[in-house]
């Protein structure tokens, strides 16, 4: 191996977070995770933690010849070159001057500096032995000197600590005290890129002196699905099995031993107190009776909440039945269906009763009537199935949410049209304005205030949110005025045709 993590001292590390941060967080050793990030001081909600430059950033180069090789490759032989190609390109970005002297015959290759491979290399990854068979093709294609070994690695530290710079084109980036950061699915700060590449960190919930801190390696919205699936995700792309308190049982606390996206409906109280345990003394590598989606016996021996009742094997199995019967039902909707049939089967599902309300799975299926209702016009329903997603994402995750955020102004705009704004309104909109027109304000607060604890007032989420609030104060002084004008002409003065 050229070279290993432990090569790159605690002591250095600090060094760096003493220069760039003066002192404030530190990174330490922990069990079974490894180097970690900890807070000196205490942070409340919503501050600033630190911003960081990037270490590195590679994009997609299509105009590049050496990027088209590594493409062709993948295309020909996905078998072999079966990573995304600007995986593989990100670790030929990151070679020296000295390493790339005599190459690549095709197309060119940017070199950084001894430093900046130094920190990329000193970035958490698994031990690399020998080099797989697609970085050996790609190091001979393209006729490079260096050890394939080296390229390998730096491959792996991308692979297990880069963060997403742009969609178009493609681009990952790389930070040296931001990749100490640990993930959880809990987390209790929160990341993103401005336009510059600057790391911005902020604390999404309060953090005390002596606290490791924490982002989400996950998008915002996988936070509302289940523990299941988050780890599943992370095991896929990061490569480790998550262990925080949301997917790991509490010893010490038997309420916090649950999935609470994950929720059934007991068959004796008729309440939706069943959830997926995830105490490890219910983990096992088979199912439970019955072909259900699930692998752990998570929910036999689970207690009702609401009447204390007991799930056996049984009820087990059909529970994960009837789980996996509305995932099929999900997944069927984006198929080539009309709408009524997407409809009609989505109601179906959702009414079998077994399933939820709590569950990741309703809220996806409310978000897929939520789009069908508004197409078909269907508004109240429309309308319900926004209500149905909130009350889920306030229930599923503990804390700050942005996915919560971002829903409540989904509905605030919903609300808006269905009042007049850029839409004509129907007969069952009007027997419901007043009512529609109390809710919307609420909701556009709740989104603002949220958004400006996790991302400040000035982040381009926040003015969004904040312009649709003032959108809406403006919509309303225009019909009160109209509405005052149509009492004293006899008519009820709600706009009803595109404002």
Known sequence: MVTVMEDWSLDIINSYCQDQFGGRYVCQVSDGKGRIMVSQNAIPRGELLFTERPLHIVQEDQDNDAFQLVQELCDEDPDTYFQDPLWYWTALCSLTAEQLQGGPKKGTLPSISELQQKRLLSLYHEPVDEASDAIQGIVKRLGLKTSPLLVEELLQAWILNCFEHTQDPLGYSAYFASSFVSHSCGPNAIWYEEDDGLHVLRAREDIGAGDEVTISYLEEHMLLHSSEERRKVLQDTKRFR???????????????????????????????????????????????????????????????????????????????EAEEALEEVIQATQDNQSHDECIKKLEEALRSGQVGPQHYLCSQAWRELESLYERKKCREQQRQMLKSQVAYERKAYPGLSGSLAWTLERQGATLLRHLGFGAKMLPSDEAAAETLRQEVWPVFQEAIDILSLMFGSDHEYTISARKQYQTAERFFARQDAQKSSGQSQGTNGYQKKKD
């Not at 925080?244 to 068959?267: E, I, M």
């Not at 345990?277 to 009702?304: F, Q, S, W």
Request: glycine share 18%; aromatic share 6%.
């Open 242 to 320: 998550c262990g925080c308190h949301r997917c790991a049982a509490s010893a010490s606390d038997d309420a916090s031993s649950v999935d609470t996206c994950r929720g059934f409906t007991c068959n004796k109280c008729g309440e939706c107190g069943i959830f997926y345990r995830l105490d490890p003394g219910c983990v096992t590598k088979g199912k439970v009776k019955g072909k259900g989606k699930g692998k752990e016996k998570g929910l036999v021996g689970a207690n009702c909440s609401f009447c204390g009742h007991r799930v056996d094997a049984t009820e087990g199995g059909r529970l994960l």
